[in-house]
């Protein structure tokens, strides 16, 4: 575990100095915007998405260089759909990870704006990604628009908005969440796997049925810790979900009941992993990290 902390911590050093070198400007009136755009995109966060994209690459043998500019471009996503989601207009948090949410720290037209600029470069990162070839970067752009689109996870967060106060059953919640948090967890590893230019049709349906459950894991174990600590993982207040009367896996399942789904997914996400071998190693363990969190 220490050599995988160590793994986590190196894939989190790369990203971070990645994303920071791609987020800066000469232009005096833009850099407010560019501050609330690195205050988002470089404050905090375990950076799950990026190294699923780097332990994708891996497993295919890719160089993992090749990577980077996806890792990059689906944590833009990621927080750009985090900026808009504490939003006024959508659940008004003034925290995130225990610091002030962007449009608290900036203003909400702001937060707004730098939302929507790290949507745009997410797609300008990929098509300047000129270690790939053109067929594997037009692919990346529509997986990563798919993923990110009314199909994917705006899809979801607008049924989730939808559902509030609602009594959804458990294939209604997994249905939103495989749209709200699945579709990105699904395009970061097959992203990965696309970056190494040596994946095929096979080897990418496995990596889809791979990701499909660590994505639902991590929703069951957000939900999981959000009822079990004091602040949960997006740093709200304790039960945030609950409170906004939102449908959660334990409410549906009871903790018992949604930490036996978490562990079943996670069984079922390694398995996937069998035609990869000891390749596949790094995403074993983050399948198991993502279950056994406790942030």
């Known amino acids: 575990m220490n050599d995988f902390s160590h793994y986590l911590a190196t894939c989190q050093e790369r990203i971070n100095a990645h994303l920071n070198q791609h987020v800066q400007t000469s232009e005096p009136r833009l850099?407010?915007?560019?501050?609330?755009?690195?205050?988002?995109?470089?404050?905090?966060?375990?950076?799950?998405?990026p190294m699923l994209v780097y332990a994708s690459c891996e497993a295919l043998r890719g160089p993992v260089e090749r990577a980077d500019i996806a890792a990059a471009?689906?944590?833009?996503?990621h927080a750009y759909s985090l900026i808009h989601d504490d939003l006024p207009a959508m659940d008004d948090d003034d925290l995130r990870r225990g610091h002030p949410t962007c449009h608290i720290a900036y203003d909400e037209a702001t937060a707004i704006l730098a939302g929507d600029a790290l949507q745009a470069l997410a797609f300008q990162w990929l098509t300047q990604a000129n270690a790939l070839q053109p067929d594997t970067r037009l692919h990346m752009?529509?997986?990563l628009a798919r993923a990110a689109g009314p199909t994917g996870m705006v899809g979801g967060q607008a049924i989730d908005l939808g559902a509030v106060g609602e009594k959804l059953d458990l294939a209604t919640l997994e249905n939103m969440h495989r749209h709200k948090t699945g579709?990105?967890?699904?395009?970061?590893?097959?992203?990965?796997?696309?970056?190494?230019?040596?994946?095929?049709?096979?080897?990418?349906?496995?990596l889809g049925d791979y990701a499909d459950c660590i994505g639902l894991a991590f929703q069951v174990q957000d939900d999981i810790i959000d009822i079990e600590s004091e602040t949960s993982v997006l740093g709200k207040q304790q039960g945030a979900d609950v409170a906004r009367d939102k449908p959660t896996y334990p409410a549906l399942l009871g903790l018992d009941g949604a930490r036996t789904l978490a562990d079943s997914l996670r069984r079922q996400a390694i398995e996937a992993l069998q035609p990869f071998g000891d390749d596949a190693l790094r995403l074993r363990q983050l399948a198991d990290f993502i279950v056994q969190r406790q942030f």
């Not at 407010?32 to 988002?40: H, P, V």
């Open 183 to 206: 579709a990105l967890i699904r395009a970061s590893v097959q992203l990965g796997a696309l970056a190494s230019e040596q994946v095929t049709d096979e080897q990418l349906t496995a």
């Open 31 to 49: 850099e407010r915007l560019f501050s609330a755009i690195r205050y988002s995109v470089t404050h905090g966060g375990k950076r799950i998405r």
């Open 141 to 143: 752009i529509d997986l």
């Open 73 to 77: 471009s689906v944590e833009a996503i």
